[in-house]
């Protein structure tokens, strides 16, 4: 069974950066592809970005790709999501998930949203 635990959170100045952990733990980790998703007060669930075990793919959210960035160290088998220039609209409970491999990222998110298996969540706070 895959079990991820989250840090990094915190409270930050506009203009910061923020560097998330997510540790996997769990004999098929490898067949997993991560991912970083966040939850605003009053809004849905977001997907901010995703990093493949497997293949090493990533991907970023169009709309954070030029501050946002994701890794991975598989020798700890954590993944990173480094974060600078953060705003207050950044401001969220991010949740590191998991979920088996998919061909795209799309299906991917879907997937994971039904039955993937989830952090306990880090909350990210940046003040203006």
């Known amino acids: 069974q895959v079990q991820l635990v989250e840090s990094g959170g915190g409270l930050v100045q506009a203009g910061d950066s923020l560097t998330l952990s997510c540790a996997g733990s769990?004999?098929?980790?490898?067949?997993?592809?991560m991912g970083w998703f966040r939850r605003a007060p009053g809004k849905e669930r977001e997907f901010v970005a995703g990093?493949?075990?497997?293949?090493?793919?990533?991907y970023i959210t169009e709309s954070l790709k030029d501050r946002f960035t994701i890794s991975g160290d598989s020798a700890k088998v954590t993944m990173y999501l480094q974060m600078n220039g953060l705003k207050p609209e950044d401001t969220a409970v991010y949740y590191c998930?998991?979920?088996?491999?998919?061909?795209?990222?799309?299906?991917?998110?879907?997937?994971?949203?039904?039955?993937?298996?989830w952090g306990q969540g880090t909350q990210v706070t940046v003040s203006s």
């Open positions: 998930a998991a979920d088996v491999v998919t061909v795209r990222w799309s299906s991917w998110v879907r997937s994971t949203l039904q039955k993937g298996i």
């Open positions: 769990g004999r098929t980790i490898s067949r997993y592809s």
């Open positions: 990093f493949s075990w497997f293949t090493g793919d990533t």
